[in-house]
T-cell receptor
Framework: SQTIHQWPATLVQPVGSPLSLECTVEGTSNPNLYWYRQAAGRGLQLLFY??????ISSEVPQNLSASRPQDRQFILSSKKLLLSDSGFYLC?????????FGPGTRLTVT | DAKTTQPPSMDCAEGRAANLPCNHSTISGNEYVYWYRQIHSQGPQYIIHGLKNNETNEMASLIITEDRKSSTLILPHATLRDTAVYYCIVRPAPGSGAGSYQLTFGKGTKLSVIP
């Protein structure tokens, strides 16, 4: 069966520091991968999606970037975090008609 | 922007059916209706989806009106573990383009199941 991993589960970072969140998927090949962010009290916002290695589409202009160095690995990065980057970051993968979400990373920028 | 409208919150007594409405009056012919739920501090969980016909699975039933402008998610016997935010989402048919798997989440309905 397919499994999606995200780490770390929680993270507290100062403003201006870099960020790297990792997501890996097991049990499937060539999945579509997604990064979402959920700010406190708000719905999920799609940030990036990828249909293959090295292929990244950005939905929202921001100081975040994404990379897909391997088929089942999706990385969310930032060179300098802002306070507004705080939130719950979710990685997801898609197969057929459903999208499956990882456990999420709760990021607090202080 | 989400293409759906849902009430912000609902209460349901434990053991009773929970009926969650969703309006999607601008839905187009090839768009599906999907339902997800998110339990506090967890990732969203897929529940059910449909195009025209009513659907049922082990978790819920989905009733879509004939004009497809609205739908209702039914949890037949709500339990305390069903307390969550429920999202109704309209999306293109999978495989219709690179972005066809995108899910646009609104604010959903916060369902509280009361003992």
């Amino acid at each position: 069966s397919q499994t999606i991993h995200q780490w770390p589960a929680t993270l507290v970072q100062p403003v201006g520091s870099p960020l790297s969140l990792e997501c890996t998927v097991e049990g499937t090949s060539n999945p579509n991968l997604y990064w979402y962010r959920q700010a406190a009290g708000r719905g999920l916002q799609l940030l990036f999606y990828s249909v293959g290695i090295g292929q990244i589409s950005s939905e929202v202009p921001q100081n975040l970037s994404a990379s897909r160095p391997q088929d089942r690995q999706f990385i969310l990065s930032s060179k300098k975090l802002l306070l507004s980057d705080s939130g719950f970051y979710l990685c997801a993968w898609a197969a057929d008609r459903e999208q499956y979400f990882g456990p999420g990373t709760r990021l607090t920028v202080t | 922007d989400a293409k759906t409208t849902q009430p912000p919150s609902m209460d349901c007594a434990e053991g009773r059916a929970a009926n969650l409405p969703c309006n999607h009056s601008t839905i187009s012919g090839n768009e599906y209706v999907y339902w997800y739920r998110q339990i506090h501090s967890q990732g969203p969980q897929y529940i059910i989806h449909g195009l025209k016909n009513n659907e049922t699975n082990e978790m819920a039933s989905l009733i879509i009106t004939e004009d497809r402008k609205s739908s209702t998610l039914i949890l037949p016997h709500a339990t305390l573990r069903d307390t969550a935010v429920y999202y109704c989402i309209v999306r293109p048919a999978p495989g219709s383009g690179a972005g066809s798997y995108q899910l646009t989440f609104g604010k959903g309905t916060k369902l509280s199941v009361i003992p």
